[in-house]
């Protein structure tokens, strides 16, 4: 799979996005994705690279481990928002189930993800789509002096 290029116009813009299969490696392709958006604002140096870079990684992970039944053959839409004061990231996918933060133990594997998000994030959102699917949105403060919510009408995520 080629390394997924943010579209310098839009990356001017503050936004950017990607189309990405529905496989386990797409998780890595996002957070390359990620990491190059973030490089290209000049947020590396105020925003928690790793954590957001572990968002973005959950987000994908869970909506290709969670695809719906049916699905053979489906893609993820990665999008990125950056205005000053807030990074935003969403994950779209097909599958209309609202994700649930697990009941994790010592001896299952799996339930951690969206507990993780949730951590690594100042907020996260689900949000249905016109198709039947979801959006699972996350949201960083990237300057400390509003202390606020973060989600709003003027982050831009890349349509």
């Not at 973005?56 to 481990?65: D, F, K, P, Q, Y």
């Not at 807030?86 to 994790?104: I, M, Q, R, T, Y």
Request: proline share 8%.
């Amino acid at each position: 799979m080629r390394r997924a290029r943010p579209d310098s116009r839009r990356l001017r813009e503050g936004t950017a996005r990607v189309r990405l299969p529905g496989e386990d490696r797409s998780a890595g392709v996002a957070r390359g994705f990620a990491r190059d958006a973030i490089g290209s604002w000049g947020l590396g140096a105020i925003v928690d690279l790793g954590s957001v870079l572990l968002v973005v990684s959950e987000l994908v992970t869970n909506a290709v481990r969670h695809k719906p039944a049916h699905a053979t053959d489906f893609e993820i839409c990665l999008r990125i928002g950056h205005v000053p004061g807030v990074l935003a990231f969403s994950v779209e996918d097909p599958h209309p189930g609202k994700p649930v933060p697990g009941s994790p133990s010592l001896r299952t594997t799996s339930g951690r993800g969206l507990h993780l998000v949730a951590a690594h994030c100042d907020e996260w959102h689900v949000l249905p789509t016109s198709d039947g699917g979801k959006q699972v949105c996350a949201f960083w403060r990237t300057s400390g002096t509003d202390t606020g919510p973060v989600r709003g009408e003027s982050v831009p995520i890349a349509g």
